[in-house]
């Protein structure tokens, strides 16, 4: 994945599923650690290991997908991560994937409902 002013999205991407696009777009709603990341997938019923996310978080930093800065505040310091703008594109580019895999997948149950309706048809 190159980041030069255009971003490409890699579903296959380092973690499986949805998890990449989810983190992206909590992230994008608000700045977070990596646990408050954790608890706000689980709230969506989505799972992660732990260490998948943080290593997850450290390359996208690296490649400039996110930042981070240490939170020293309240209670013991934490690394808070922040999208950047390749991190807001990237997102878009999630997006754009999703809603044609979702484009997809609606011409697949519409072809299959359609099957599925021919053939009660055909047995009543």
Not at 74 to 89: F, I, K
Not at 90 to 99: D, G, N, T
Not at 100 to 105: F, G, S, T, W
Not at 112 to 123: I, S, T, V, W
Request: aromatic share 10%.
């Amino acid at each position: 994945m190159k980041h030069e002013g255009r971003c490409e999205c890699h579903p296959e991407g380092r973690i499986r599923g949805l998890i990449q696009p989810w983190i992206l777009l909590l992230l994008a709603q608000s700045p977070s650690h990596g646990y408050e990341l954790l608890e706000k997938l689980g709230s969506l019923g989505v799972r992660v290991d732990p260490g998948t996310l943080y290593r997850a978080l450290r390359a996208w930093e690296e490649e400039g997908l996110v930042q981070s800065s240490w939170e020293t505040a309240s209670g013991p310091a934490r690394r808070v991560y922040t999208l950047t703008d390749s991190g807001w594109e990237y997102l878009r580019a999630w997006a754009v994937h999703l809603r044609r895999l979702r484009d997809e997948l609606d011409r697949f149950f519409g072809t299959y409902e359609r099957l599925k309706g021919g053939e009660e048809n055909a047995r009543a």
